[in-house]
């Protein structure tokens, strides 16, 4: 099971790498396409800055591209072997799939570059929620 303080939680919702509290995002919905990258500067929770340096996600581009293959590939593979569809139409799968799930491309490569560099903190989380409540 995926639960708060594995990194791939943070990876797949988006949420505080060192927390795991709140969504790094203004909006939580990747398809709301003016709002796809904005992000909130610190956590509310904890006040972890998430722009550790100026363009610092810049480096996620490289991560975006592995996703997008390994996106890619899926699509390949899920029509050409599975659904044994035409080498055209799988290309058109995966044309379609890397448009339609860019937003989320997008947010997975910035979730994942944050996390190589941020870990969950336990007791920095603990302290946070405590603070709040
Ligand atoms: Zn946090």
Redesign the pocket.
Known sequence: MIRKGMKLYSILFGV?P??H??SMYQNKNPYAITEVIKMNKT?S??K?KYQIEPSFFYGSMYVSYAVGIAFAVAAFIISYNILGSSLITAFVAIMATLIGLFPVIMRLSRNIWINIFMSYDKELAEK?TKAKS
Do not use: G, L, N, R
């Open positions: 505080c060192k927390c509290q709140e956590c929770h904890c972890t946070s």
